[in-house]
């Protein structure tokens, strides 16, 4: 990949090797192999900056993403070991040679495990992501599984309309998807669905559940216990992070904005 990337992109990945990948390379005799593409091994030895100065991937790749063309988000906390935290979901489908898409869940790792719990809507109309990862995601509808969605395309074109993801996924109910990594409610990572779709993945029911003015919350808490939710006139409070809705929508009250 370091051939797609910006130089000081080329560089954070040169970070990413040597911090995450080069001691179990190391590890299993494995530095420079060609697995089944030896020309990767080539690209490789072409691009890999060895006479740079590795970058810390903090000051040139976001650490909350969201693309807009696939429906693919991440949200990660740090870039350290294997406590960090990364969040992720593509939403829409693609027709690349390794199928992608149409995930009904967030993908979640965090403290060296992985599990799927709660989820983004599946037409995002707001993004709004802060310098730490954490991000407010607005939207509509659930995310189909991929024979759903490709039915309904099916339908779409049959009645002569455009098989835009829009028709397909669009419901009326505006939902949220909230991850907070400022580590303000005590925790490494926390996760609030409101009004959404049913979180649980059905292995695990370790969220919790509850009504507050109005509107349907479910919350995950990474990397400890999640503090007991207290309301008042101020917003719902979550340790020293608070909730409010202005004007129908989400503001976190700890929150670092990405710099201009």
Not at 37 to 43: C, F, K
Not at 45 to 73: C, K, M, R, W
Not at 115 to 138: E, K, N
Not at 175 to 192: E, Q
């Amino acid at each position: 990949g370091y051939a797609t990337t910006s130089p000081a992109q080329r560089q954070a990945l040169w970070w990413f090797y040597q911090h995450y990948v080069a001691a179990l390379d190391e590890q299993n005799g494995a530095p420079f192999d060609s697995t089944a593409y030896p020309h990767h091994a080539v690209l490789a030895f072409i691009n890999t900056p060895f006479d740079e100065e590795p970058l810390h991937p903090s000051a040139v790749i976001p650490q909350a993403i969201y693309d807009q063309q696939y429906g693919f988000a991440v949200f990660r906390n740090r870039w350290q070991d294997s406590d960090d935290i990364v969040i992720s979901q593509m939403t829409g489908p693609n027709n690349f040679r390794f199928r992608h898409g149409l995930e009904q869940q967030l993908t979640i790792w965090h403290h060296n495990q992985r599990r799927q719990w709660g989820s983004l809507p599946a037409t995002v109309t707001h993004f709004h992501p802060a310098a730490d990862g954490s991000a407010i995601v607005g939207g509509y509808g659930t995310v189909p599984t991929r024979e759903a969605f490709n039915a309904a395309r099916e339908a779409a074109k049959e009645s002569g309309d455009e098989p835009s993801p829009e028709i397909i996924l669009t419901e009326p109910q505006l939902w949220w998807t909230i991850i907070d990594f400022s580590g303000a409610s005590g925790l490494d990572g926390l996760v609030i669905i409101i009004d959404g779709p049913t979180a649980e993945d059905g292995a695990e029911e370790d969220g919790h559940h509850l009504q507050w003015q109005g509107h349907q919350l479910q919350l995950l808490g990474l990397g400890g216990e999640l503090p007991s939710p207290q309301s008042d006139e101020r917003g719902l409070h979550l340790g020293g992070q608070t909730l409010r809705l202005i004007d129908g929508q989400p503001v976190l009250e700890v929150w670092t904005p990405v710099a201009e």
